[in-house]
């Protein structure tokens, strides 16, 4: 079975400072990892995905299939980044229609 | 807003009352699925259409949940007597296939 670990229920950063968001993963395929975030009042939306190699709005998240994770990470955080951030999966081989998530982390960055 | 949109966005009803979610997605996607979200949870899968056809539904679907999506379009959930578990955000998100799912608001469940 598939499984999004997200260990870190509140995490609480000072501006500028750098903010690590821990996410762990165990699924027997091959995944596709995802970063998705919720600011207050807002839908949840998509910041991520590890395919695109990308860097959204400063952050960063490399998969280590080795270690299973894929933290996000940002080296200087701002107070907009404030929200609810979920890590998720879904099977790279299949259609990417069934994302599992793990239960988020609130991230608030204090001025 | 041209995003996926529910209908209504917050519910309360009393317990064995049946309740029912309208999804309108993002026009041209051919993808819709319906995930549900309780208190300290991240969302849960619960089934998705591509256009018309249910593809799957999760074992957390009992049967008295039931969803549709007749016409390729728009999708509703009903659940029929409702039980104060089945409180929740019941999410809708639309896609095109193999491309980023888009989610709406939710509509909140409320049951007494």
């Known amino acids: 079975a598939q499984r999004v670990t997200q260990p870190e229920k509140l995490l609480s950063v000072f501006k500028g400072a750098p903010v690590e968001l821990k996410c762990n993963y165990s699924y027997s395929g091959s995944p596709e990892l995802f970063w998705y975030v919720q600011y207050s009042r807002q839908r949840l939306q998509l910041l991520l995905r590890h395919i695109s190699r990308e860097s959204i709005k400063g952050f960063t998240a490399d998969l280590n299939k080795g270690e299973t994770s894929f933290h996000l990470k940002k080296p200087f955080a701002q107070e907009e980044d404030s929200a609810m951030y979920y890590c998720a999966l879904t099977d790279s081989g299949g259609s990417n229609y069934k994302l599992t998530f793990g239960k988020g982390t609130l991230l608030t960055v204090n001025p | 807003d041209t995003g996926v949109s529910q209908d209504p966005r917050h519910k309360i009803t009393k317990r064995g009352q049946n309740v029912t979610f309208r999804c309108d997605p993002i026009?041209?996607?051919?993808?819709l699925y319906w995930y549900r979200q309780t208190l300290g949870q991240g969302p849960e899968f619960l089934t998705y259409f591509q256009n018309e056809a249910q593809l799957e539904k999760s074992r957390l679907l009992s049967d008295r949940f039931s969803a549709e999506r007749p016409k390729g379009s728009f999708s509703t959930l009903e659940i029929q007597r409702t039980e104060q578990g089945d409180s929740a955000m019941y999410l809708c998100a639309s896609s095109i296939i193999l491309n980023t799912i888009y989610f709406g608001e939710g509509s909140w469940l409320t049951v007494v």
């Open positions: 026009s041209e996607h051919n993808r």
